[in-house]
T-cell receptor
Framework: DAKTTQPPSMDCAEGRAANLPCNHS???????VYWYRQIHSQGPQYIIH???NNETNEMASLIITEDRKSSTLILPHATLRDTAVYYC??????????????FGKGTHLIIQP | DTAVSQTPKYLVTQMGNDKSIKCEQN?????MYWYKQDSKKFLKIMFS???????INETVPNRFSPKSPDKAHLNLHINSLELGDSAVYFC????????????FGSGTRLTVV
């Protein structure tokens, strides 16, 4: 799996959009970008994923640059419950072997009231 | 219904004891995992298992062993517990081996005294 780089921590005001960057300059053509988050004391939770087009679901939006070397997860209206560690993971969609997701250090997003 | 359930949620035990953590998923997923999260909050995969292969992280001591009675269960057995085994252990499952839709349990906090 390609390596990712994320800032260790970020702050965001409640109600504002939280933009979390991720660099993945060594991403391969068949690798997707996945985002998971871990709220304190809970198991990680899937948020969104994408290959090259921008994606949106009920939780977030994912913007992937045209060269696919970086991406941004956007939480449009952050709430206090969005305080969590956010992980950006690059991996093939299938056939990658049953070796599981590799979690880096992630970004600790703190939503300020 | 809880998708991935682990028991017990908390486990306090003495050094040298043998213990087991149970995990069950009702999602129909074909691959299950065990992750360890230490005091520094790093999530590391220990095992991944489907009906075709068991992959063991080479850093995991052989005191740890997964047992899968069927596709919906992956239990973790730990022999001769050591202080350093204290951590939160997460079970997870996925359909296929890509990066999409991993579902994690709520974790088992193991404390070895």
């Amino acid at each position: 799996d390609a390596k990712t780089t994320q800032p260790p921590s970020m702050d965001c005001a409640e109600g504002r959009a939280a933009n979390l960057p991720c660099n993945h300059s060594t991403i391969s053509g068949n690798e997707y970008v996945y985002w998971y988050r871990q709220i304190h004391s809970q198991g990680p939770q899937y948020i969104i994923h994408g290959l090259k087009n921008n994606e949106t679901n009920e939780m977030a939006s994912l913007i992937i640059t045209e060269d696919r070397k970086s991406s941004t997860l956007i939480l449009p209206h952050a709430t206090l419950r969005d305080t969590a560690v956010y992980y950006c993971i690059v991996r093939v969609a299938s056939g990658g072997g049953a070796d599981g997701l590799t979690f880096g250090k992630g970004t600790h997003l703190i939503i300020q009231p | 219904d809880t998708a991935v359930s682990q028991t017990p949620k908390y486990l306090v035990t003495q050094m040298g004891n043998d213990k087991s953590i149970k995990c069950e998923q009702n999602l129909g997923h074909d691959t299950m995992y065990w992750y360890k999260q230490d005091s520094k909050k790093f999530l590391k995969i220990m095992f991944s298992y489907n009906n075709k292969e068991l992959i063991i992280n080479e850093t995991v001591p052989n005191r740890f062993s997964p047992k899968s009675p069927d596709k919906a269960h992956l239990n973790l057995h730990i022999n001769s517990l050591e202080l350093g085994d204290s951590a939160v252990y997460f079970c997870a499952s996925s359909l296929g081996t890509g990066g999409y839709g991993y579902t994690f349990g709520s974790g088992t906090r193991l404390t070895v005294v």
